[in-house]
């Protein structure tokens, strides 16, 4: 739940500070399977959390001053943090793992059971692993996403650290020597904090999302790269992967449609460009192909490409402003997930290069490019 949480409130903290200042929109996600389970289970959630969990924990942030809201989270950080001592060992960071480990001991005596954080004062950075990124140091790959009840979002890869986590929690074993009452006082007490510092990143995801559930699973899943690679991002361009391989079965290529598609320059930019936007491609010379049965190929007008979902929405925010209606469609390239701001519905191909060039004009986006839709 904790880890559940922290990586909900850093996700919406990168959309707020990617600049989201309008409605999500939805993408196809490849790791969400069982998204109509996993949706009823978040709205099963959420009912519990409007119905108890939200408003004690607005009675507690009402009646409770600041400093000891700090030094209540302060506390359970502090006891749940051998966990990051292990993963750190585990993923074979040998000198963080020091660090964390004389952390957790200096919060733990001069800190007073963790109540201030003293270690940070010192020059000990607080860091955060757990079992689910070790296994995707050891190579697991990205595993399904799934919403489990009053626990929240996860994955199958990160499921296994509910079990580390809680082993690894001096309070786990506290509250096995004391008396029932006081375990489900502290267990009480780690909610509603957790909760608490939930509140102002659900608040706006509840105001600004048009679907708080893409909203939240998409936050997730970028929280969890952040963590995963240490705040780094990876460089890989979104190219013609496997994904826009054409079906040689259903299609073959006609010489007298031909038609030259101008071609790209690495990188989208422009009046509305965002950053970050992966670099574009196109093809010059491409034949547009026809099916057996006399179909024309149908090809996508795509305006950028993004790593990151925030800064895609946040380009279909600044296209919606010139009145240009696209949509963002999750696609997996090389192992990565890309985020394309894209026209909604597919054109043949003399249609898709005059529109292309339209777009070009109309937004300064000179990288933006067209790709074959996928057969039907």
Same mark, same amino acid.
């Given at each position: 739940?904790?880890?559940?949480?922290?990586?909900?409130?850093?996700?919406?903290?990168?959309?707020?500070?990617?600049?989201?200042?309008?409605?999500?929109?939805?993408?196809?996600?490849?790791?969400?399977?069982?998204?109509?389970?996993?949706?009823?289970?978040?709205?099963?959630?959420?009912?519990?959390?409007?119905?108890?969990?939200?408003?004690?924990?607005?009675? &507690?942030?009402?009646?409770?001053?600041?400093?000891?809201?700090?030094?209540?989270?302060?506390?359970?950080?502090?006891?749940?943090?051998?966990?990051?001592?292990?993963?750190?060992?585990?993923?074979?960071?040998?000198?963080?793992?020091?660090?964390?480990?004389?952390?957790?001991?200096?919060?733990? %005596?001069?800190?007073?059971?963790?109540?201030?954080?003293?270690?940070?004062?010192?020059?000990?950075?607080?860091?955060?692993?757990?079992?689910?990124?070790?296994?995707?140091?050891?190579?697991?790959?990205?595993?399904?996403?799934?919403?489990?009840? #009053?626990?929240?979002?996860?994955?199958?890869?990160?499921?296994?650290?509910?079990? %580390?986590?809680?082993?690894?929690?001096?309070? #786990?074993?506290?509250?096995?020597?004391?008396?029932?009452?006081?375990?489900?006082?502290?267990?009480?007490?780690? &909610?509603?904090?957790?909760?608490?510092?939930?509140?102002?990143? %659900?608040?706006?995801?509840?105001?600004?999302?048009?679907?708080?559930?893409?909203?939240?699973?998409?936050?997730?899943?970028?929280?969890?790269?952040?963590?995963?690679?240490?705040?780094?991002?990876?460089?890989?361009?979104?190219?013609?992967?496997?994904?826009?391989?054409?079906?040689?079965?259903?299609?073959?290529?006609?010489?007298?449609? %031909?038609?030259?598609?101008?071609?790209?320059?690495?990188?989208?930019?422009?009046?509305?460009?965002?950053?970050?936007?992966?670099?574009? $491609?196109?093809?010059?010379?491409?034949?547009?192909?026809?099916? $057996?049965?006399?179909?024309?190929?149908?090809?996508?007008?795509?305006?950028?490409?993004?790593?990151? &979902?925030?800064?895609?929405? $946040?380009?279909?925010?600044?296209?919606?402003?010139?009145?240009?209606?696209?949509?963002?469609?999750?696609?997996?390239?090389?192992?990565?997930?890309? &985020?394309?701001?894209?026209?909604?519905?597919?054109?043949?191909?003399?249609?898709?290069?005059?529109?292309?060039?339209?777009?070009?004009?109309?937004?300064?986006?000179?990288?933006?490019?067209?790709?074959?839709?996928?057969?039907?």
């Amino acid at each position: 739940m904790k880890q559940a949480l922290n990586s909900l409130l850093h996700g919406v903290r990168l959309l707020a500070v990617a600049g989201l200042l309008a409605a999500c929109a939805t993408a196809e996600n490849h790791y969400d399977p069982i998204e109509p389970v996993n949706r009823v289970t978040d709205g099963l959630n959420n009912l519990v959390d409007k119905v108890a969990m939200k408003p004690v924990t607005a009675t &507690y942030r009402a009646i409770t001053p600041l400093p000891v809201q700090r030094s209540i989270s302060n506390f359970y950080d502090n006891w749940a943090y051998p966990n990051t001592v292990l993963n750190d060992f585990l993923q074979g960071k040998g000198r963080q793992g020091v660090q964390d480990l004389g952390r957790f001991l200096v919060n733990s %005596t001069i800190g007073i059971a963790g109540l201030f954080d003293v270690a940070s004062s010192m020059g000990l950075e607080k860091h955060e692993e757990d079992f689910g990124q070790t296994l995707a140091v050891w190579g697991v790959p990205r595993l399904a996403y799934i919403v489990y009840p #009053f626990l929240g979002p996860n994955s199958l890869r990160k499921t296994p650290d509910l079990v %580390t986590s809680t082993l690894t929690n001096g309070l #786990f074993w506290v509250s096995l020597a004391v008396a029932p009452p006081a375990a489900l006082t502290l267990t009480a007490l780690r &909610y509603i904090d957790l909760r608490s510092r939930a509140m102002s990143a %659900t608040d706006m995801r509840d105001e600004l999302a048009l679907d708080p559930y893409v909203f939240t699973r998409e936050a997730w899943f970028q929280a969890r790269e952040h963590l995963i690679h240490d705040g780094a991002t990876s460089g890989e361009s979104d190219g013609w992967g496997d994904d826009d391989r054409w079906d040689d079965e259903d299609w073959s290529e006609t010489p007298a449609e %031909t038609l030259a598609v101008a071609a790209a320059p690495s990188r989208a930019h422009g009046a509305i460009g965002v950053d970050g936007a992966s670099p574009a $491609r196109a093809e010059v010379g491409q034949q547009a192909p026809v099916s $057996r049965q006399g179909r024309v190929r149908l090809y996508h007008v795509i305006l950028t490409s993004h790593a990151v &979902y925030a800064e895609a929405l $946040r380009q279909q925010v600044a296209l919606r402003k010139l009145r240009i209606a696209t949509r963002i469609e999750a696609v997996t390239i090389h192992g990565r997930r890309w &985020y394309r701001v894209q026209l909604p519905d597919p054109l043949p191909i003399e249609k898709a290069a005059r529109m292309l060039d339209e777009m070009k004009r109309r937004t300064g986006l000179a990288g933006a490019w067209i790709a074959p839709a996928q057969s039907p």
